[in-house]
């Protein structure tokens, strides 16, 4: 997989976040993820599975299409 899609996909989840003025910590707290595994997720270190997927989407509130919209 190329190391790209990562680097959207955090920087999205990094995005939501700060638009929602969430923390780290809270974004792990609503999603039942270590903070830790937030900020991989943010800096493109992991790569996420599909109920994880679905998870972040769940805990910003939108769909998982939205999740998904323009990362590349």
Known sequence: MNDSVLQSF?????????????SQEKVAD???FHRT???M???GER?????NLK?????????LESLMKDVQ
């Open 10 to 22: 955090g920087n999205k989840i990094r995005l939501l976040r700060k638009v929602a003025n969430l």
């Open 55 to 63: 998870r972040f989407a769940n805990a910003f509130n939108i769909t």
């Open 37 to 39: 595994y937030i900020g």
């Open 41 to 43: 997720i943010e800096r």
């Open 30 to 32: 609503l999603t039942g």
């Open 47 to 51: 790569n996420v599975s599909l109920k």
